[in-house]
């Protein structure tokens, strides 16, 4: 009679574990890394009768899957069946992350000598869960670059396309749209003639460069670069691989500054 009952109760609870639906309202969200998630994450959960009927005060667990970051770990249904979780930081690199949230049976039992029995039973069940999509892209800048090559203004620009190498290596996304910009860098670099000596020339480059955290206005990163030479077999040929090498030195200084105070 103990093994029926054992069994009837098994059966009831898979049963109503197998009604159970969990289900995003949303689904691939956009997000940043290293910072928080502007909309919540929000799953319904619900009961499949002759209808679909919402459960209130249900458990939910939310937890990454894959990909990582700071979550409201623990939440439980309104009375629309609606639980709703804030991540306030993704600090994972990953492209695509994926977050699952299930019912959390372990809040349902009473945590006592019998309770431990129905654990472990609960335990070989398939918990009701769901997935969200979370595309992560890189802090997004914006760069303006003047590059003036023996007063002559580059028309195929050194610098800015070493930079924003670097720079997506590292994650980081690029806009036209200052206004849509996370972080907006200006660079100004301007070559001299330097001497001549025995059919060789030398150029010298002198760069600025300055980036602004736009959300704050804040200067995050400003630096100079001044007497970068370059050698030719003519002045302007010169001053090329002067704006070629300031583009090596700058592309090491910058990314890691910037990734430090920006948080990417």
Do not use: C, W
Not at 47 to 55: A, G, K, M, S
Not at 106 to 124: A, E, H, P
Not at 243 to 261: C, L, M, R, Y
């Amino acid at each position: 009679q103990s093994i029926y009952l054992n069994n009837e109760i098994y059966i009831s609870i898979q049963n109503i574990l197998s009604n159970i639906e969990l289900k995003p309202l949303k689904n691939n969200i956009k997000a940043k890394r290293n910072q928080s998630v502007k909309q919540p994450i929000k799953i319904t959960a619900f009961y499949l009768d002759t209808e679909q009927v919402p459960i209130p005060n249900l458990p939910i667990l939310f937890g990454f899957k894959r990909g990582e970051g700071d979550l409201i770990k623990n939440m439980k249904t309104n009375m629309n069946g609606i639980a709703s979780s804030k991540i306030s930081k993704i600090t994972s690199s990953e492209k695509m992350q994926i977050l699952n949230a299930e019912l959390d049976i372990s809040k349902l039992i009473n945590q006592d000598s019998t309770s431990f029995v129905y654990q472990n039973i609960l335990k070989t069940f398939p918990m009701p869960s769901t997935k969200i999509i979370i595309n992560v892209i890189g802090l997004l800048i914006h760069i303006e670059s003047e590059e003036i090559n023996l007063g002559k203004e580059l028309s195929v620009l050194h610098i800015e396309p070493k930079i924003k190498e670097s720079f997506a290596e590292k994650g980081f996304s690029f806009t036209d749209d200052m206004a849509g910009a996370d972080i907006y860098i200006t660079i100004k670099a301007r070559s001299r003639e330097g001497s001549e000596m025995f059919g060789m020339y030398s150029t010298f480059v002198d760069v600025s460069v300055s980036a602004l955290e736009m959300s704050s206005g804040e200067e995050i990163y400003k630096n100079v670069f001044n007497n970068v030479t370059g050698q030719g077999l003519n002045a302007e040929k010169a001053g090329l691989k002067a704006f070629e090498n300031a583009a090596g030195k700058i592309s090491e200084n910058i990314v890691p500054k910037i990734i430090q105070t920006a948080g990417q």
